[in-house]
Every structure is written in structure tokens, then in C-alpha cells.
């Protein structure tokens, strides 16, 4: 009896647990058929919010690739929005089958006709097809939900304070006999001209070679050479055998100078530092620099006109100075500063890259200066960091425009491309190759002639209704234009 109540009570248990798992199976078995029919209802939904895109018009269709899954508009590179997903609201749409859409609507098969007459009922209120084609021209496509994502920095400021100690770059390639001036008046050249540039601008550089940056002996026994500066291009695929061919044209032309990092806007900085240290080895008794970018059309016989009363191991710094620019907190601009890489209000006194002139001895200053100066995305603000370092003040002069020439309010129709505003200058800003060279030869034309013919500036230059210094008026222009973007120069 004991044995036969024992055995009852285990198969009560048994019962009871074999009851609990077959609950359990189809509690299961009820869970996934739930989920299978979500699914499908969404891949009906998706597909047929797919046929309402292939069935709108094109202006509808640009609305819906540009919110959808396009990238933002905007100087913001990799910044992606998510894919659109249908709302609530597209599930009422109704159906638009394939055969409805405007291309197929036009054929005349056998199959087109016997089509059953239930399935065109899901278009609203009218079956024809002319009636169809005039809903879908109505049809508005639904809006990304949510808010739109923030803007993004256009560059890795954090990642960039990580790195920024990391200063030292190999020089790839090099022009060591550059200053070694042999069997000529002096043992180092008079002028060095420094050009910065990138490795698929040859254009550009040719262009600088056979007009303004022309090495060579000058009249009074001025020698004059000429280098360029050179990073690593950061898409190496755009332009295969990029190292082979700087190593051509450094064979052939002996000016390039290539260093071992991106050549990226915000590393202009280390082409600053890494010429310093250059010039301070290979090239450490030049009288006189002049440093600027390969869009730039320069006046050297008006440079050297205005450094022939100049003495070469003085300090000398002269160019279109900006005095008192705030910094940008816009983060859209090119020129976008945080707070946090620089928290100040305003800016040292710097010159505008476009190009300007150093003495020797003050190139050989800032090389020791900018060691001990934090890095700073913005090469020109950068040097100005490192004049501040040794107490020295930049000289502005009005021959430099790096901005370009301003076309006076009073005469809207002037045109700018005239060789007679760039013979008194030394510097004009943002120019094309062929307008270079169209400038250098029209100016070095013996038939050229001007209506006022004022004599070059020479030093010191006086400036009309008193100094410059303290002045807002560059600022305003420099704020206005984001630093040079404004386009003040008028094409021929």
C-alpha cells in the first residue's frame, strides 16, 4: 500500500511538470507565430512605401533622397542621416502596384489587360489610370521623425590636442645644396622664395617657376631661390605614383621639400615649423624670406626695391597684418576655433598666409620661438603666436592684399584684371594659373603703359591720416569674409 501511494504521488508530480513544459511549448509556438506576422506585415508596409518612391514625381523623389538616406549638406564631411522609416501615417497609404506605374501603364500586352478588377479598388476613390497618375503627383513624402542630429565640427579638435606634441616629422625629401651658392657673389642667396603647396598642384607650381618665383641672378647682384613645401597627400589614391612623381620633379626642378605627414589644412602648422628648422641647417645665412601660398601673384622687383634700405640682421616682418581678429566659434567656418583649443577673446596681431617678408635674422628667431609655442590648427594665427613670443610687432604695408583688391563702391563696373593696379603692389591674393601668367606677362610688357605713374613704395612706408596700429577696420573685413573667402576679384 505505501509502495502504490508513493507511486501515485510521483505521477502526480510527473504530471504536473509534463502539464507546465507542453504550456510552455505552446506559449512558445503562439509567441512566434506573433512575431512572423509582424514581420510580414512590415516587409508589406516597407515594400509597398518602396513602389510609392518609384511612383512619385522627380522633384519627390529628390525630397525623399535628400531626407532620407543622403549625406548633410554642408562643409561636414561623413556626417550620415538615418534611413527613413515608415510612421504610422504610411500604413494608410494605399498600395501602388507595379503594374500602375507610368512605364508599364504603356504597354499593350495580354498580361496588362487581365489584370483581376479587385486589386486597383486599394487606389483611392477612381480606378482610371489618368486618375492615378494625378494622385501620385499629389502624393507628399513623410518626414524623417525625430529632430535633426547636431552639426558636427568639421575636424577632430580632441584627437588633435592628443597628437599635438607629436612635432617631429621626417624630411622625405630634401634640397640640402638649395643655399650653396658656388662661384657666385655671395655665399648664400639674397632672397629665398617659400611657397607652400600640394602634391597635385604641378600647374601651380609650374606656373610660380616660369614667372614670379623664377631663380636667377638679379640686377645688382641679387640672387633669388625658390622652394616649395610639401605633406603627404591624404588620398594617395587620387593621385597614383604621387611619390614617383615628386621625386621627378624634384630631380628635375631641385625645390621640393617633402615631409613625412598629411598635407591637410589644420597640418599648414607643422609646413610652419618644419621650414623653420630647415632654414635654420640648410639655408641658415639668407638675407631675406619671402613666404606664401602658389595662388598668389607677387611683385619681386617691388620687394626688392623696398628691401634695399632694410638690413638683414635686424628684425623685419612684413605683410598684411590683422590686427585684433576674434576668434571663430561658428561651426560652420572653415576657420572654427572651440573655446577649449583656444579660450581667449582675441587673436595676436598675425600676417595673412597669402605672403609676406622676414629678414634672415628673424626667421632664425621664430624657429627657437615656435619650439616653445603650444601647436595651433591655424598656421598664420600660429605665427603670430610666435612673434608674440619674441616681443616682435608685424609691420603692415599696404602693398600686400591678401585679400585681393577691393573693387571700389563708386566705380561697380571697374575691372580689377588691369596690370596697372598690380605694378605698385606686392602682393595680390587668389589667383588663377593663367592668370598669373597672363599678369606677369602683361606687367613685364615693354609696351605697357599706365595713366598715373606713381613711383614704387619705398621704406619706410607712411601711411595716409596716421598709423594703423589699433585699427578694426582689417578685422571687420577679416570677420565679414571668414579670413579671405570673399571673392573680390573680378575675372577677365
Known amino acids: 500500500m505505501k509502495r502504490m501511494a508513493m507511486l501515485r504521488k510521483v505521477l502526480h508530480v510527473r504530471g504536473d511538470v509534463m502539464c507546465t513544459a507542453m504550456l510552455l511549448m505552446v506559449f512558445c509556438i503562439l509567441l512566434y507565430t506573433h512575431q512572423v506576422l509582424l514581420h510580414s506585415e512590415w516587409d508589406s508596409h516597407s515594400t509597398r512605401w518602396k513602389l510609392e518612391i518609384q511612383g512619385s514625381t522627380n522633384s519627390n523623389r529628390a525630397l525623399l533622397g535628400a531626407s532620407g538616406h543622403g549625406m548633410v549638406s554642408g562643409p561636414r564631411e561623413g556626417q550620415t542621416i538615418d534611413e527613413v522609416s515608415p510612421s504610422p501615417a504610411n500604413t494608410k497609404l494605399p498600395a501602388c502596384k507595379p503594374q ?17 478588377p479587385a486589386k486597383p479598388k486599394k487606389l483611392p476613390k477612381d480606378k482610371s489610370k489618368g486618375k492615378v497618375k494625378e494622385w501620385r503627383k499629389n502624393v507628399v513624402p513623410t518626414k524623417a521623425p525625430g529632430k535633426a542630429l547636431p552639426t558636427l565640427p568639421p575636424f577632430d579638435f580632441e584627437g588633435y590636442l592628443k597628437e599635438k606634441d607629436n612635432r617631429d616629422f621626417k624630411l622625405l625629401i630634401n634640397q640640402p645644396e638649395k643655399c650653396q651658392l658656388a662661384g657666385e657673389s655671395s655665399a648664400a ?96 645665412d639668407v638675407r631675406f624670406i619671402f613666404k606664401g601660398d602658389a595662388d598668389v601673384y607677387v611683385n619681386v622687383e617691388n620687394i626688392l626695391e623696398m628691401l634695399q634700405t632694410q638690413k ?37 596681431s598675425y600676417a595673412g598666409g597669402g605672403g609676406f617678408v622676414m629678414s634672415g635674422h628673424t626667421a632664425r628667431r621664430l624657429s627657437s620661438a615656435c619650439e616653445q609655442v603650444d601647436l595651433f590648427p591655424i598656421d598664420d594665427v600660429f605665427l603670430g ?80 591720416g596716421g598709423g594703423m596700429e589699433g585699427t578694426t577696420a582689417v578685422v571687420e573685413e577679416a570677420e565679414e569674409t571668414d579670413y579671405g573667402v570673399k571673392k573680390v576679384f573680378v575675372s577677365h
Not at 226 to 253: C, H, I, K, M
Not at 329 to 341: A, D, G, N, T
Request: net charge positive.
Open 100 to 116: 500602375a506605374t507610368k512605364s508599364q501603364s504603356k504597354s499593350k500586352s495580354p498580361q496588362s489587360k487581365s489584370k483581376s
Open 189 to 284: 642667396p639674397y632672397m629665398l622664395i617659400v611657397v607652400k603647396s600640394v602634391a597635385a598642384d604641378f600647374d601651380k607650381r609650374q606656373v610660380v617657376r616660369r614667372t614670379w618665383g623664377k631663380e636667377g641672378l638679379f640686377p645688382n647682384g641679387v640672387t633669388i631661390r625658390t622652394v616649395f613645401l610639401l605633406g603627404v597627400p591624404r588620398n594617395q589614391s587620387a593621385l597614383p605614383l604621387w611619390d614617383r612623381l615628386l621625386a621627378y620633379e624634384s630631380e628635375t626642378f631641385n625645390d621640393i621639400l617633402l615631409w613625412d605627414f598629411e598635407d591637410t589644412f589644420f597640418n599648414l602648422t607643422l609646413k610652419e615649423i618644419h621650414f623653420l628648422q630647415w632654414v635654420n641647417t640648410s639655408c641658415p
Open 312 to 348: 638683414a640682421d635686424v628684425d623685419l616682418f612684413v605683410g598684411d597684418i590683422i590686427f585684433n581678429a576674434k576668434p571663430i566659434r561658428r561651426r560652420s567656418s572653415k576657420y572654427y576655433i572651440p573655446e577649449f583649443i583656444y579660450g581667449a577673446g582675441l587673436y595676436p
Open 385 to 464: 603666436m610666435c612673434l608674440q613670443r619674441i616681443s616682435l610687432k608685424p609691420t603692415r604695408h599696404e602693398g600686400f592684399r591678401t585679400f585681393g583688391i577691393i573693387r571700389p563702391s563708386a566705380a561697380p563696373n571697374l575691372q580689377l584684371f588691369n596690370p596697372c593696379f598690380y605694378r605698385e603692389l606686392m602682393v595680390v591674393h587668389r589667383l588663377t594659373p593663367p592668370q598669373i601668367w597672363l599678369m606677369w606677362r602683361l606687367l613685364h610688357d615693354p609696351n605697357l603703359t599706365c595713366h598715373s605713374r606713381r613711383n614704387l613704395t619705398a621704406w619706410p612706408f607712411k601711411w595716409r
